[in-house]
């Protein structure tokens, strides 16, 4: 739980957001698909779940650095979103101390961002589900611990052990989350592709009535395999 950063108590009106066009077409995938992909792409560790509000999100990161339990520069983060972004907040965290609400998610959501992704967790839930703004957090619990500061707005951050730049696109959905440098997002965009026309290929096999096996050619990856390590079977 880190409870310092070498840039605390800076705010950066950061401006690294990627095309909006490439974000668009990377939120058409599934998180599976993006991580299979083979690009720069960082995996969000397990724990950080969907919480409240909506299913999913696809969005440039504005980020936010705070004292594990403290809102006072979540609180101003407002101040600096722009429609399509989403939230990203390290709170080192923290599972006994709430960094987020209904209110902070309204102001958001009235901005246009379309999520928010925290390394800690949340409170009113109910309050989050009525807004509607994908909030995916550690937890839910019913208390804050302070609004005394340090914190620091568009600074370098972790989120479940990745490192998230401001402008980095994070992708959210039921299977997890993950992270895509903002430079590489074209890139990731035409691997995914690929991970999507393969697998589309493989639906249709079985639609016409091949098994898995068979569909993704698995026999033969079995017997290469095989003979790679001196095994021969008839």
């Excluded at 299977?175 to 249709?204: F, K, M, N, Y």
Aim: charge should be negative; aromatic fraction near 4%.
């Amino acid at each position: 739980m880190s409870k310092a950063h070498p840039q605390q108590w800076t705010i950066n009106d950061d401006d690294h957001r990627p095309d909006p066009a490439a974000v668009a077409a990377l939120a058409a995938f599934p998180t599976t698909q993006i991580a299979d992909c083979g690009g720069p792409v960082s995996v969000v560790g397990p724990g950080i779940v969907r919480q409240a509000g909506g299913r999913d999100f696809c969005g440039p990161a504005l980020t936010v650095w705070t004292k594990p339990g403290d809102i006072l520069f979540l609180l101003k983060a407002p101040d600096l979103a722009r429609a399509g972004d989403v939230l990203v907040v390290d709170g080192g965290g923290r599972t006994d101390a709430a960094v987020l609400g209904d209110i902070m998610s309204g102001a958001l959501a009235r901005i246009g961002a379309v999520g928010i992704a925290i390394d800690g967790v949340i409170r009113d839930a109910d309050g989050i589900d009525g807004i509607g703004l994908p909030v995916f957090a550690r937890g839910v619990y019913p208390t804050t611990a302070s609004n005394e500061g340090p914190g620091a707005i568009n600074v370098d951050v972790v989120l479940g052990g990745v490192a998230v730049r401001p402008g980095d696109v994070v992708r959210g959905d039921a299977s997890g989350l993950v992270v895509v440098p903002r430079e590489h997002v074209e890139e990731v965009v035409r691997l995914t592709q690929a991970v999507e026309d393969r697998e589309r290929v493989w639906l249709d096999a079985m639609e016409q009535g091949a098994g898995l096996a068979e569909a993704t050619g698995i026999d033969d990856v079995i017997r290469a395999r095989r003979e790679a390590v001196g095994v021969h079977l008839p």
